[in-house]
């Protein structure tokens, strides 16, 4: 069983920066896709960015490209969300996301991914 643990919410004003981390319990975290999510109370959860196991691939919402940016560091289990220039509408939980088997799912698709951590609250005020 893999655990993620995120870490780094929290309240910034708009224009400002966070650094998002989710920490994987697992030694096997290197040879995972990742994803990072959001949600809205009331709404489902959202793609933000992903990143393959080797770090060489990323993809990003149209929403946060230019903005966002996801790496990851397998030597410490770790994945990341620099989040730059940020606006109310950024405003929502994040998840990190784990696909342990690949499977033939859009990484847009929350489907996709295996494990996922318990979020932490990002709020964005004007």
């Known amino acids: 069983q893999v655990q993620l643990v995120e870490s780094g919410g929290g309240l910034v004003q708009a224009g400002g920066s966070l650094r998002l981390s989710c920490a994987a319990s697992?030694?096997?975290?290197?040879?995972?896709?990742m994803g990072w999510f959001r949600q809205d109370p009331g709404k489902e959860r959202e793609f933000v960015a992903a990143?393959?196991?080797?770090?060489?691939?990323?993809y990003y919402a149209d929403s946060v490209k230019g903005r966002f940016t996801i790496s990851r560091d397998n030597a410490k289990n770790t994945v990341y969300l620099q989040m730059n220039s940020l606006e109310p509408e950024d405003t929502a939980v994040y998840y990190c996301?784990?696909?342990?088997?690949?499977?033939?799912?859009?990484?847009?698709?929350?489907?996709?991914?295996?494990?996922w951590g318990q979020g932490t609250q990002v709020t964005v005020s004007s």
């Open positions: 996301a784990a696909e342990s088997v690949p499977r033939g799912v859009s990484h847009t698709q929350p489907v996709k991914y295996d494990y």
């Open positions: 697992e030694r096997t975290f290197s040879s995972y896709a």
């Open positions: 990143i393959s196991w080797s770090g060489g691939r990323t």
